[in-house]
T-cell receptor
Framework: GAGVSQSPSNKVTEKGKDVELRCDPI?????LYWYRQSLGQGLEFLIY????????KSGLPSDRFSAERTGGSVSTLTIQRTQQEDSAVYLC?????????????FGQGTRLTVV | AQSVTQLGSHVSVSEGALVLLRCNYS??????LFWYVQYPNQGLQLLLK??????LVKGINGFEAEFKKSETSFHLTKPSAHMSDAAEYFC??????????FGTGTRLQVFP
């Protein structure tokens, strides 16, 4: 595709429900990143994929958060038993081989609201 | 640990005035430094990056940033603000890793 695509663009869920957020990176990009953007908190790193492997998942805030990537392409971020503090914009980015050597391109994000 | 600090969560300037957005980094080894811009309802876009080739880096839309090791700074400037520059700006660092660590952002307002 032309850019990084994320779906859904908006998601409202009830507290305690599970949600899945999807990221379609730019074709051919081996590196994929998930970030969380909360008001006043900037962008918080969650996890980094190189191919289908996640060499750095140090930013996942709890074991309710998990992510996978299949076929070196699409990635899914899953949040189980959502809490109100999970409300944020979740951003995905992809890079040809990874920063800093190649540029990271960001999607427009999924706005998650937990009610 | 690597980190960046952006001083000032909000900056307001008049159209035509100098834009100065501050970023300081923390690192014991040479960093890669970036500025990203996020326009309303859009994704982040790379403005410029420092990779040690030159201390003064020119980016898109007339922005530039200067790497100052002695001050551990990478401030973003533009000589003359335009209304279209209103956005949120993020400084980021990458140090011996394959990920970007972002600052908390600075929202730039431009008044006519």
């Amino acid at each position: 595709g032309a850019g990084v695509s994320q779906s859904p663009s908006n998601k409202v869920t009830e507290k305690g429900k599970d949600v899945e957020l999807r990221c379609d990176p730019i074709s051919g990009h081996t590196a994929l990143y998930w970030y969380r953007q909360s008001l006043g908190q900037g962008l918080e790193f969650l996890i980094y994929f190189q191919g289908n492997s996640a060499p750095d998942k140090s930013g996942l805030p709890s074991d309710r958060f998990s992510a996978e990537r299949t076929g070196g392409s699409v990635s899914t971020l899953t949040i189980q038993r959502t809490q109100q503090e999970d409300s944020a914009v979740y951003l995905c980015a992809s890079s040809l081989v990874g920063v800093p050597n190649t540029e990271a391109f960001f999607g427009q994000g999924t706005r998650l609201t937990v009610v | 640990a690597q980190s960046v600090t952006q001083l000032g969560s909000h900056v307001s300037v008049s159209e035509g005035a100098l834009v100065l957005l501050r970023c300081n980094y923390s690192s014991s080894v040479p960093p890669y430094l970036f500025w990203y811009v996020q326009y309303p309802n859009q994704g982040l876009q790379l403005l410029l990056k420092y990779t040690s080739a030159a201390t003064l880096v020119k980016g898109i839309n007339g922005f530039e940033a200067e790497f100052k090791k002695s001050e551990t700074s990478f401030h973003l400037t533009k000589p003359s603000a335009h209304m279209s520059d209103a956005a949120e700006y993020f400084c980021a660092v990458s140090i011996n890793t394959d990920k970007l660590i972002f600052g908390t952002g600075t929202r730039l307002q431009v008044f006519p």
